[in-house]
């Protein structure tokens, strides 16, 4: 069942939601909680943590609704917003996507568009939870492989499917946030490690949102793995977006001088996949190794502040979909012959 929210200060929409959607009440496939402003919804959602969806008008009385996707965003970046004015102009709705709403109808409401919308807005929001639910058991799993948990979790069975290597075809992606290394030498502890979080969280969305998962937090770089259809698209789309985000967060009062920015490396193909570590300290990482893997990191080690590269071979694959230009060859490490490579534009 999806729970979705009705913001709006017009009394009637609630009589008219809850009879264009009665069967579906009926049938449990959508529950509505309703509020009458942007300060209600938080309340409310502080009883519903289960909401799926939100959909908001933009003009209400104490807290419009595009102040309240700012303060949806800060709260719970699964949660999805769509929404539902007469201000239809564009620049409110380029506000309102700007500030993270997932999609914007016009009043008077079409019924008909607003199902779809909101069918789409919930399958998206169930495929980001269950991306979710899979990297934090991927995690468990990463921090307590060993013969104990893995006999309690199902047997040698589970063990050896667990163990199993094999090749895959995948894309890999490098993220370095640029500059990052200053930041830590003249911050405190405490500034560097929250600050740093802050900006692995806003990549870690958009990562996921594409169907990503982190393989690993290496200082201030993250490496992250996509597989499935179209998974070198997937991961360019995914790096656009944490290029946009990052360059856009607000400054940090006390760091005007420093700007975020990321460097990107990308590379597809062949690479294997595997429980990598000490058996000896029964501490072991399932990660992905190989040439494509260590291209991917040498590219972003390339990459200057908000560029993202990518080799030869993946631009021919990519060229009908992603605007790029030639950056030309490249000596990597340990590159015997040269690497010509692209940038990304978007």
């Known amino acids: 069942m999806a729970k979705i929210l009705v913001v709006d200060d ?4 609630e009589v008219l939601i809850r009879q264009k959607f009665r069967q579906k009440i009926r049938e449990n496939l959508y529950q509505f909680v309703f509020a009458a402003n942007g300060v209600h919804a938080l309340e409310q959602l502080t009883q519903h943590h289960d909401v799926d969806v939100v959909l908001s008008d ?8 595009l102040t309240l996707l700012t303060k949806l965003g800060e709260q719970n970046g699964l949660l999805k917003s769509v929404i539902v004015s007469a201000y239809g102009d564009m620049d409110n709705i380029r506000t309102a996507m700007n500030r993270g709403a997932f999609d914007f109808i016009t009043k008077p409401v079409n019924f008909e568009d607003l199902e779809l919308t909101m069918e789409k807005t ?37 063990e050896s499917s667990l163990a ?27 500034k ?10 806003v990549m870690v969305k958009e990562i996921i949102a594409q169907g990503g998962y982190i393989d690993k ?9 996509f597989r499935g259809d179209y998974h070198l698209d997937r991961a360019i789309d995914a790096a656009l977006a944490v290029r946009s985000r990052i360059a856009n967060l607000p400054v940090e009062q006390e760091m005007k001088s420093y700007t975020p920015k990321v460097s990107t490396g990308i590379n597809s193909g062949e690479m294997i996949s595997g429980n990598i570590g000490s058996a000896t300290l029964r501490r072991l990482d399932y990660t992905v190794i190989g040439d ?20 030869e071979t993946s631009y021919q694959k990519v060229k009908d979909s992603f605007n790029c230009k030639s950056v030309g060859e490249m000596h990597l490490k340990n590159k015997s012959q040269p690497v010509n490579t692209y940038e990304v534009v978007d």
């Open 292 to 311: 494509v893997v260590n291209t991917a990191q040498r590219l972003q080690s390339s990459a200057g502040p908000g560029q993202i590269l990518i080799s």
């Open 192 to 201: 560097v490690v929250q600050l740093l979080n802050s900006y692995f969280d």
């Open 58 to 65: 933009i003009n209400m009385p104490e807290m419009d609704g």
């Open 10 to 13: 017009e009394a009637d929409l």
């Open 217 to 225: 937090f290496m200082g201030d770089a993250v490496m992250a793995v």
């Open 164 to 190: 199993a290597n094999e090749t895959v075809e995948a894309s890999i992606a490098f993220f370095d946030i640029c500059g990052f290394t200053s930041i830590s030498e003249n911050e405190t502890p405490d």
């Open 122 to 158: 919930i399958k998206h929001v169930t495929q980001l939870r269950e991306t979710m639910k899979a990297i934090k058991e991927n995690n468990i799993l990463k921090m307590y492989v060993d013969e104990t948990v893995l006999n309690f979790m199902g047997g040698r069975e589970f």
